[in-house]
């Protein structure tokens, strides 16, 4: 908390209130649902589509400040965001190192290339993975820095703990995966329907957790001998062999 607000101390007082967050997939989906729903600014830019890079790097670069998220440190899209803003900062006169603050798990080579750049560098809790990541540096980090008291949110994130612990029928978290889990014939596909919720994007930030979990799940469940998951690298290199043609090293799911 005390760091999220000496990280948002410099570029305010400067001026410089254009917050930018470069990350993909679970580095970025949550910050952006934080920041929507509590009617804060923060451009996230999660494309790796010349067009879309070039127009965002071109709004506002004077008084731009950049959160490159990554948790592996490794995404290439991630690592081109970055590069895209170093390049414009360096031919804007802008020094980079008071522009640039990245998040990542320690010891990841995104770590280590940002130390080397002098840029701040906030690390993340290595035993929480990405879709879980919401409350951690990687959602709160950005938040903070575009102006959500963080804060409160952790605060009310406390209020609920008692609950979500809670075995029984009052725990929302129990009664969603008994939904998910308990239907006959069991279902494999699910609608996430905005019914009122006062969280703006909370639909696609939940896609991507029930995404990863079942296909982790399915992954597990290949381990053990039994069927990978419909549409995964597993599925797909099963494919491929059954089709002869080698199979490809993917990156690792989170
Ligand atoms: O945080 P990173 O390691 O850069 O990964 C960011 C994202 O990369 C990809 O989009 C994966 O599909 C996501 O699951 C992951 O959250």
New binding site residues.
């Given amino acids: 908390m005390g760091e999220i607000a000496a990280i948002r101390e410099e570029p305010q007082a400067a001026g410089v209130d254009h917050v930018v967050l470069a990350?993909?997939?679970?580095?970025?989906l949550a910050p952006e649902v934080i920041c929507a729903t509590a009617g804060v600014p923060l451009t996230v830019l999660d494309s790796s589509d010349p067009d879309q890079v070039s127009a965002a790097v071109a709004e506002h670069l004077e008084r731009t400040v950049l959160v490159v998220?990554?948790?592996?440190?490794?995404?290439v899209?991630?690592d081109s965001q970055r590069r895209a803003y170093e390049d414009a900062f360096a031919k804007a006169g802008i020094e980079a190192t008071g522009r640039i603050v990245v998040v990542t798990d320690p010891g990841s080579p995104l770590e280590q290339s940002a130390r080397e750049a002098g840029y701040r560098v906030v690390l993340a809790d290595p035993n929480v993975g990405?879709?879980y990541s919401a409350l951690t540096a990687?959602g709160l980090v950005p938040s903070g820095l575009a102006g959500v008291d963080v804060g409160a949110l952790l605060d009310e994130a406390e209020s609920v703990t008692d609950l979500l612990a809670d075995d029984g029928e009052g725990n929302p978290g129990l009664v969603l995966g008994a939904a998910l889990g308990g239907t006959s014939p069991l279902r494999d596909k699910i609608v996430l329907a905005a019914d009122g919720t006062p969280l703006a994007g909370f639909g696609d930030w939940t896609e991507?957790a029930h995404r990863?979990e079942h296909r982790q799940a399915g992954h597990r469940r290949a381990a053990r001998g039994g069927r990978g998951p419909a549409g995964s690298r597993a599925a797909a290199a099963r494919g491929r062999r059954a089709a002869g043609a080698p199979g490809v090293r993917g990156?690792r799911?989170?």
Wanted: aromatic content about 4%; charged content about 30%.
């Fill in positions: 990350g993909m997939g679970g580095s970025s998220s990554s948790k592996s440190g490794g995404t899209e991630t990405g879709r990687f991507q990863r990156r799911d989170r």
